[in-house]
């Protein structure tokens, strides 16, 4: 044997982006303890869990101290009330789904990074870019070949198949981390007629939906023949702020199938195998999430994210920076101002205004030059932020 380690982790960044970010900020603030930094950096939540979801929570921990109420391994694909409570939550979308399709998780991010178990190591997969990068990361790791969709001002970060548009898998979020850019039932037609035509698989992250206001498409099962080619995986991370929590639900149409082979039956067997489910309580904490009272206390969440982004998008307007995103999206991406690229705006804005984002290039080649705010900090620290932006564009 040549070698016993996986050598494909050489070409992926030594640590995860958030990581580095991390690390960078740690550094800036064991040497400036006095320093108050915003932080619109990683896309976590900041407003706590409703009531609803904790008294559900709590109710569910109480049962587990009782011989008639404990629960122990739960069932492969979820408990049946937080499926069916899903399958109700698409139903509000027009989307009619078999309960047998759904598939409780963690969240959005193992499922996207371990979906690729399912397809051969020598798939080409398509990603946009710039892009999360888990999934990028997650198929470079398993050694598989990546090629880049550029997402541009020109095609408003929302790239389209064309003729010579060639993959076996491609992933796709909208509305996307980090532009906020959101594909019309139009364009996402494009990309189902696109799979259904090769043969490929469209790997669906929706896990930013409920910041759609407009009249855009919350599941890609809003576009007919969806359900032969694409698999949507979504999270309670952000709906619901269960960044804390895990809990999330990927969806394998029981439809879809390659080679013979039934991916819907490939994904039991894969989760049945290295997966133990998620934690009853948080399964009940998720189902409260999805009744009458739940939901709107998260829509209200939602609102005041979104009021947040509002403050950046109407700074970066006055300023005259430009923008997108901040609209569907809780993500503001911004050209980095007076010519710096995206590390350099990162080190100023950390080091001269003390406000934590995320680079742009650490989403992609093509990222390089921009810059990622998130709106999660929540309004306060919205406004603090743009303040400090402004008199540091204006110094
Ligand atoms: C982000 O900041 O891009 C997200 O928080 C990452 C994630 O959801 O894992």
């Not at 934690?279 to 994210?305: L, S």
Request: proline share 5%; aromatic share 10%; with cysteine.
């Amino acid at each position: 044997m040549d070698h016993i380690i996986n050598h494909s982790f050489d070409a992926i960044p030594k640590s995860y982006l958030f990581s580095e970010v991390a690390r960078r900020v740690a550094a800036f603030r064991a040497a400036h303890p006095e320093s108050e930094l915003i932080p619109m950096g990683i896309g976590d939540v900041t407003r706590p869990l409703r009531r609803p979801v904790i008294e559900a929570l709590k109710k569910a921990a109480e049962e587990q101290a009782h011989a008639d109420s404990f629960h122990g391994y739960g069932p492969e694909q979820g408990y049946d009330f937080l499926r069916e409570a899903v399958l109700r939550h698409y139903a509000g979308f027009g989307v009619r789904l078999a309960l047998e399709d759904i598939f409780i998780s963690d969240g959005a991010k193992s499922d996207l990074g371990n979906l690729p178990d399912l397809f051969s190591e020598n798939c080409v997969v398509l990603l946009p870019d710039p892009v999360y990068p888990v999934y990028r990361d997650s198929n470079l790791m398993a050694g598989r070949k990546v090629k880049y969709l550029a997402a541009t001002r020109e095609n408003g970060f929302a790239p389209l198949p064309g003729k010579d548009t060639r993959g076996d898998l491609v992933y796709l979020c909208s509305p996307a981390n980090p532009t906020g850019a959101a594909y019309t039932r139009e364009q996402l037609k494009l990309w189902v007629d696109w799979a259904l035509a090769s043969g490929a698989v469209i790997l669906y992250d929706a896990a930013y939906e409920c910041f759609i206001q407009d009249d855009l498409p919350h599941s890609i099962y809003e576009v007919e023949g969806a359900r032969e080619c694409a698999i949507e995986v979504c999270s309670l991370s952000k709906t619901a702020g269960f960044t804390g929590m895990r809990c999330g639900y990927t969806i394998v149409p029981h439809e879809l199938a390659r080679e013979g082979q039934n991916l819907h039956d490939l994904w039991l067997r894969r989760q049945c195998t290295k997966m133990n489910g998620v934690a009853y309580p948080i399964q009940r904490a998720a189902e409260a999430v999805f009744t009458a009272e739940g939901m709107a206390a998260c829509k209200e969440d939602i609102a005041a994210y979104l009021r947040a982004a509002a403050i950046v998008a109407d700074t970066l307007d006055e300023l005259g920076v430009w923008y997108c995103g901040g609209k569907n999206s809780p993500y503001i991406w911004m050209e980095c101002p007076k010519g710096l690229d995206s590390w350099q705006f990162f080190d100023a804005l950390l080091e001269e205004a003390g406000i934590i984002g995320t680079p742009g290039c650490g989403f992609g080649e093509q990222g390089e030059g921009y810059f990622r705010l998130s709106a999660f900090s929540g309004e306060a620290n919205a406004r603090a932020a743009m303040e400090r932006l402004r008199a540091w564009l204006q110094s």
